[in-house]
């Protein structure tokens, strides 16, 4: 399957664009809006044709669709954040972690990354609740790598390296967010553990 090529000429141009200035903006607020819309359309039909992957082979096609707007997504959200758009930073991360789970929910050290992003925003726009909610949901699903990682001996390097730094800063900031959470002591019992595997040496 491949997107529309209005689309995707319709990111890349958003991508060149200088948002930083108010006027463009303005000027740009309802194409931008609608071309936003139509990548989240396009996304559910990548979630409706990936077959439930990874549990069930996904079609070449799909995948490739899928990564493809998962870098157009992701650096979209960088464009937005370095032009200081928050609001379109945030739908941006949004879609850039519906892009992700869409295709590549297996793959943490790509998630943790789209999460965190979309979790940050929600701190800038003054929805701590909802930055909690994203940051608690990041924990769950990636609680479990350091016990995979507990039995060895050298330090968690790569893709697995990648996720566990995302689940510390997920939990560093629910702590920094809501410090007496009820789960504040497993948060920092969870930081003491990520200290002592990264203290190890790498093989």
């Known amino acids: 399957m491949q997107a529309d090529e209005r689309l995707i000429a319709g990111l890349k141009s958003m991508l060149v ?4 200035d108010p006027a463009t903006r303005e000027a740009q607020h309802d194409a931008v809006y609608e071309t936003l819309a139509a990548v989240d359309a396009h996304l559910n039909d990548i979630k409706d044709r990936a077959n439930g992957y990874p549990r ?6 799909v995948l490739f669709a899928g990564r ?31 892009a992700t ?3 590549c929910a297996h793959y943490h050290h790509m998630v943790g990354p789209a999460m ?3 979790a940050d ?4 726009l003054g929805e701590p609740a909802e930055a909690i909610d994203r940051y608690e949901a990041e924990i769950d699903d990636f609680m479990w ?3 995979a990682w507990a039995p060895e001996t050298a330090a968690p390097a790569g893709n697995d390296r990648v ?6 800063r997920a939990a560093e900031r629910v702590l920094a967010l809501d410090p007496a959470r009820a789960n504040a002591g497993e948060l920092r019992t969870a930081l003491s553990r990520i200290d002592r595997l990264f203290a190890r040496s790498v093989n």
């Open 17 to 20: 664009t200088d948002f930083s």
């Open 56 to 61: 069930a082979p996904i079609d070449g096609a």
């Open 68 to 98: 493809r707007m998962i870098d157009l997504t992701e650096r979209l959200t960088l464009h937005f954040r370095a032009a200081g758009w928050l609001r379109k930073e945030f739908l941006a991360s949004w879609l850039w972690g519906k």
């Open 101 to 103: 789970l869409a295709v």
């Open 116 to 118: 965190l992003a979309c």
């Open 121 to 124: 925003c929600h701190e800038r």
């Open 145 to 147: 790598l350091l016990d």
């Open 163 to 168: 996720a566990i730094e995302c689940l510390g």
